[in-house]
Every structure is written in structure tokens, then in C-alpha cells.
């Protein structure tokens, strides 16, 4: 029998739960309005390494046993570690899996990842494959944007479209002890291309496929807006945010009153001056990774939406002057 | 209850198996030995387009068309496609998902995609979660060789270790209508690295990752290699093979009688001079996808196993002075 719903939305009928989260963020993100959710905040976004790429890998490193140590369990009872990273050939992951002898599945889904590992790592602890597993991602600034825009050294101005990768990290363990918060459901994003094909506008270019997915999920279903405390994109930012309401509002679909975005949430559009709000694996992770669960285990939160957005672009075909695809992958979690 | 034996090993209880399966192949590879088995060979490298990377996209949306036509199928009626390649941020892939309406999962596993996109298939397939998806990779000299090492048009002399990054996709479609041949086990593997640093010695890197994942299986199954027609790695070459086979006598295992390699298979060691063999995520692909499967089909091979590897390093770590980690993913498909 098929554990699906639908087309396209996948049915979990063992509560794969949330056993174990943590979080990880610079300095920048712990002065922002989540301060307060973080479980760890470095004073120095170096973390005390040689590179930014070691301090990534370092930060996910850091997720990882801390959501090991919630979840009570060593890393010798997790039997798959599932996640990537934006960095070319996922480095940050693949450097930190050799501190670690846990199975891996390497993902790339650029910031959808922290969903796209909850989704896959879902349908494993579902399916008896698995009894604990941990899903993890990262991002960094400063690696970011010399691999993707500029050389930091070269202090070029970011235009008002842009948003600021996200210094962070966040590490779930899934686990099929039923405990709460546990995923219900899932929806794997397509990827969707309308034409965008400015770098600095990542908004414009995910939010189509933010769109699509949630249509598909709600089409399945049958389930209304009002089922859900909270519909949370990963980081369309600003922009992207409003694109999305007005994309689905022409699909006469209003669900405005529920809508956020970790890119939005994670730092304080007034006073931080990061224009469009956060992006990055590290952004939707290290927000769902703090107040979310958080807010699901204490109650405050009972049924979510998260859906997390990638722009699957590279500086090669941007620089051929292909447009951005993107995809989005979507989970139900309760409480 | 959990589908597992032993520590690793994942079992399937459902006979996830191969409806459909194409290979194609660029001109260098389609004068090697396996040339009557490919199902397209490119005459022209850039495949009529206007960049390598647009070739490889092409490459891979060719063979997984071919797949689902081997399949019998549409693409409206794959649940799922699981894929990556080598280039930053996986372009090759995303960019033909464009063209395809086909929920995604990226994958990221260097060379081993081929092993992991099935493993992870062969999981969603089993556990109910999908009734037909495509797995994919692809590689192309052109484009990997200005990535990881140097442009092509600085013509610098390759080192008597080094392999050559295979021109080649290919694609399986896996289905829960039981036929032949299918995947009864499947060992995910761990990021191995004992201080190989040298790109241009890819097989030395790999082969400890390989040595892990086959001794993990054979540990976990209590099977032994006499059960076996044929243990194929993914793209070790000439002296990843060979240390392949003295890592595994050091441990009182010898298979070499059994063991082979699709870097070692794909090109002629004295005609065609690749120095080592194959590499890269379509050499793999592209071997089992072509005389591999086919002989199963046809009963010439009944029960194998097939240990595609990859090694997870970046030009970036490369020029931080980092080593090579590398991983394994293994498959036992029977007819």
C-alpha cells in the first residue's frame, strides 16, 4: 500500500519524532530578535579555526552533539547522519563526517536542506530503516559570499534585493521513539524556473516554488489554513515573502495571517541592516532548530507548516547568464 | 520492526526493482570496450550545445528519458527523481529537472551518486513511498577537468596515477512492480579518510571507503563472496583496485577472483591511455546501466554486488591543504 496522499504528499504513519535539536549562530544572528532561542551564539565567527570553511564544518560539528546530547544518545547509536551544505561539493558536511563514524547520505538542496533531510530522513525512520538519525545543515557568510558574489575584501555594495546568508547551524535527530514533536506529513518540492536571474534577488526566484509546493500539499490534503498555527517558509526574505502571497492570492488562495519567513525572522529589519532578511541552509536550520521546536515541545506551537526554499543556481550558469531554478520541500510537524 | 541486518545493512523486503535503465556516452568512451553495450554514443562532446555544462545537462535528461522508455513509463508517472553530478552545486541536475515536472531529492555523493540515488530509491520504493522514481548521474571530462584541476586549454601533463573523468549518464527507473532484477540489500556508507592529498591519485583515496563498506556488508549478512558472480566498485581505477584488494587481504579477505571495477572496465588500459582507468559519477553510472544491468536481464550475471565510491574533496580544501574523504555506498542487485 502506498503511505501517500494525493499526487505528491507523503504519509508518516509511525510519528518519526524529534528527539534531539540544537542550534548554532555568529555573532551577527544573536544580536537579532531569536537571541534568546539560540543554543549557542559565537562571539567570533572564525570559531577559533583557520578558515571560514573549517569554522562551517566546526558549527555543524557543534549542532550535531548538542542535538545528540538533547536526545540523550551517542553518536554511536545514530545509524545515518543526512545533510549538505552550499559550500562546492558540500565541504563543510563532508570535512565534518570524518569527526564523526556515523553512515552518510549527502544532500544538496542549497537552503531547502535542512527540509530536504527532514523529509528523506522521515521516510527512513517511517520505513524501518532506521531507528535515530540526525539531519543537519550550515551556512557561513563569509564563505558564502566570496563563493557566490564578491571577495569580502572587495566590499562591494549589496543592492536592497539582497539578503544576508545566515552564519548558523541547526542538527535535528529523528527518532522512531513516539515522542513530541513528531512529522506527519511531507510534500517534495519540483524545481520551478520562471525567468529570474538576478543573484541578488533569491526572494523573487524561490518564491514560485514555495508557491507550487504549498498548493500541491493543500490540493492533496484537503486541510485548510486554519488547521495550522503557522505556515514558515525557509528564507524568501522580504521580497520573496510578498511575491509568494501575491502568487498565491492569484491562486485565490489567502492564507496571508499564517504566513512567515525564518529569513524574516532571524534578524530585526529595522535596526541590523541586512535589507531583505536572512538566507542560507543555516537560516531556515537554525530557526526551526531553536524557537520552533522549541515553541512545538512547550505547546505554544501544535501543528506547522515548514517550508523550506532553495535556489539551485551556481556562479557558473549565472555567469553563462542561465536564470535560477529553485525548489522548495515542505513538512508537516505537531506537537 | 526494523529492515535491517547487522549494524548497516539496510534489507528490502519488497523486491525494489530496475523497470528501466539507459547509458549514454561520449566518443572517447564509445571506442572502449563496452562500446556495443551503451545505448547512445555523442559523436560530438558539447552534444549541439553552446557549453560543457550544457552538454552534461543534456546527457542526463537523454538517458533518463531513455530510462523511462526502457520503463515503458512517462514522466507523469515518476513520483520521484534522486540525482546529482560533480559541479558546484550540482548544476547538471538542476537544471534538467527544468525540463522534467518531476518532484526532486538532490543528491551529493561525488562519484558514489549512482550507488547512493539507489540506495535512497530502493528505501522510498520499499517503504512505500513512491511507486516508480528515476535515479541519475552524469559526468563530463570537460566540465570536471577545468573544475578540479585545470583548464583544458592549459594542457598540463597528467600524472601516471590519475584517471580520466568519464563523458557518460545514466539512468535507472526503480519500481514496486516486482520484476528482475532488483535490490535485496543495501549498505550506506562512511566518510573514510586516511590522508591521501593527492587529486591526481582519486583510487588511493577511495579505496579505504570501499574496504569499509564491503567488510561491513559481509559482516552484517554473514554472506560469503561465493555467493557473488561479480563485486563491482565504482570508479577505483587500476591502483585503487589493486589497493582495494591488498586492504581487504590485510583483513583476511580475499575476493579477488570476484572483484572488478568500472573505471578499469569502461577503457582499454593499452589502447586508449587514461593512465589509471575511469572516474567520475557517469562512469559508474553509465557501466551498470549498460553490460551491467543488461546482464542480469539476460542471466549472464545473477547476483552481484555493486560498491560505487566517491571522493568528497573541493579545489577549495585542496588549496587549504586538506586530504581527500571519501565514501562508499553499496547495492546488491540479483536478477
Known amino acids: 500500500m502506498l503511505n501517500r496522499i494525493g499526487k505528491r504528499t507523503l504519509i508518516f504513519k509511525n510519528r518519526p519524532s524529534i528527539g534531539g535539536y540544537f542550534s548554532v549562530v555568529g555573532n551577527k544572528e544573536g544580536e537579532g530578535p531569536l537571541n534568546e532561542w539560540f543554543d549557542r551564539i559565537l562571539e567570533d565567527d572564525k570559531f577559533g579555526e583557520e578558515s571560514w570553511e573549517k569554522a562551517e564544518s566546526k558549527m555543524v560539528l557543534t549542532a550535531v552533539n548538542g542535538s545528540l546530547e538533547t536526545a540523550t544518545l551517542t553518536s554511536g547509536e545514530i545509524d545515518l547522519y543526512l545533510g549538505g551544505d552550499l559550500l562546492n561539493q558540500c565541504i563543510a558536511t563532508n570535512y565534518t563526517l570524518r569527526e564523526l563514524e556515523i553512515p552518510f547520505i549527502g ?67 529523528l527518532t522512531n521513539k513516539s ?116 515553541s512545538l515541545k512547550d505547546g505554544s506551537l501544535s501543528r506547522i507548516l515548514f517550508v523550506a526554499t532553495g535556489a539551485l543556481m551556481s556562479p557558473t550558469t549565472t555567469q553563462q547568464g542561465e536564470s535560477i531554478p529553485a525548489i522548495a520541500h515542505l513538512l508537516e510537524i505537531r506537537n
Not at 538542496?109 to 527512513?124: K, P, Q
Not at 541578488?200 to 489554513?225: E, W
Not at 526574505?237 to 496571508?256: A, Q, S, V
Not at 543555516?282 to 532548530?289: F, M, P, R, T
Request: glycine share 10%.
Open 107 to 173: 544532500l544538496y538542496g542549497a537552503c531547502s536542506t535542512m527540509a530536504e533531510s527532514l523529509v528523506v530522513g522521515a521516510t527512513l525512520i517511517d520505513g524501518g530503516f532506521a531507528q535515530n538519525l540526525v539531519c543537519a545543515t550550515t551556512s557561513h557568510f563569509c564563505t558564502a559570499e566570496r563563493q557566490f558574489r564578491y571577495p569580502l575584501e572587495y566590499g562591494g555594495q549589496r543592492p536592497l534585493t539582497s539578503q544576508w546568508t545566515v552564519t548558523g547551524a541547526g542538527a535535528t535527530v
Open 179 to 294: 515522542t513530541s514533536p513528531y512529522i506527519a506529513y511531507a510534500t517534495v518540492g519540483k524545481v520551478i524556473d520562471l525567468g529570474i536571474s538576478d543573484v541578488n534577488n533569491m526572494g523573487a526566484a524561490m518564491a514560485p516554488a514555495a508557491c507550487d509546493t504549498i498548493l500541491a500539499f493543500f490540493a492533496d490534503t484537503g486541510f485548510s489554513k486554519d488547521d495550522y498555527d503557522l505556515i514558515l517558509t525557509g528564507d524568501l526574505g522580504k521580497i520573496g515573502l510578498e511575491m509568494l502571497n501575491k502568487l498565491l492570492l492569484d491562486n485565490d488562495f489567502d492564507i496571508k495571517d499564517k504566513l512567515n519567513d525564518c529569513g524574516c525572522m532571524i534578524f530585526d529589519d529595522k535596526k541590523q541592516d541586512t535589507h531583505c532578511g536572512g538566507s542560507g541552509c543555516g537560516c531556515a536550520a537554525s530557526v526551526l532548530n531553536s524557537t520552533i521546536i522549541k
